[in-house]
């Protein structure tokens, strides 16, 4: 069965930083590509960012394109979205996603719970 | 970016009834959408990719149509269980982008 639980969302002041991990289990976790995907309160889903299954290739979207790094270990089968210069409107659920393909991000078969960032001072 | 507009934003149907969503690019995104479920408090539920494929183990009562610039989303006899948020979603083209949602609720 396939896994993902994601971590480290929390309260952080306007210009911080956190560090989102996804841990995956029940898949060969280097096959497919990995997505970030996140929803604002009361608002609908906005994509964030996207991984190949290597690890080199990635996307972003363009409001967090050199705040946000997207990552990936294969030796923990793990996924990490890097998040720094938070903004206010960065508080949104992350949920991590894993894609029905191994090379680009787009279709997103299984997800996580999510985790709740809040950007607030 | 291309932007997803789904219509209408809520739906009011009555159960064994049919619901009908629309999805249209503001570019085509030839077949490469896709849809997803959501219920408050839970992950989103991929339905459909590929315009019209179902993901494994939706039921075939949810059916996808479509091409290029306009989408459909056929739920064909609403069950209890098919109240939800529905979103549209293309893969064609950077950013992945979704439409705001089409909320299904019981009339």
């Known amino acids: 069965e396939v896994q993902l639980l994601e971590s480290g969302g929390g309260l952080v002041q306007p210009g911080g930083s956190l560090r989102l991990s996804c841990a995956t289990s029940?898949?060969?976790?280097?096959?497919?590509?990995m997505t970030w995907v996140r929803q604002a309160p009361g608002k609908g889903l906005e994509w964030v960012s996207g991984?190949?299954?290597?690890?080199?290739?990635?996307h972003y979207t363009d409001s967090v394109r050199g705040r946000f790094t997207i990552s990936r270990d294969s030796s923990t089968n793990t996924l990490y979205l890097q998040m720094n210069s938070l903004r206010a409107e960065d508080t949104a659920v992350y949920y991590c996603?894993?894609?029905?393909?191994?090379?680009?991000?787009?279709?997103?078969?299984?997800w996580g719970q999510g985790t709740l960032v809040t950007v607030s001072s | 970016e291309t932007v997803m507009t789904q219509s209408p934003a809520t739906l009011s149907v009555s159960p064994g009834e049919r619901a009908t969503l629309s999805c249209r690019a503001s570019q085509s995104v030839a077949y490469n959408l896709a849809w997803y479920q959501m219920k408050p408090g839970q992950a989103p539920r991929l339905l459909i990719s590929g315009a019209y494929a179902r993901a494994t183990g939706i039921p075939d009562r949810f059916r996808g149509s479509g091409s290029g610039t306009d989408f459909t989303l056929t739920i064909s006899s609403l069950q209890s269980e098919d109240f939800a948020v529905y979103y549209c979603q293309q893969y064609n083209h950077w950013p992945r982008t979704f439409g705001q949602g089409t909320r299904v609720e019981i009339k």
């Open positions: 996603a894993k894609d029905l393909r191994l090379i680009t991000p787009g279709v997103f078969d299984c």
């Open positions: 029940g898949f060969t976790f280097s096959n497919y590509a």
């Open positions: 991984i190949s299954g290597s690890g080199d290739n990635t």
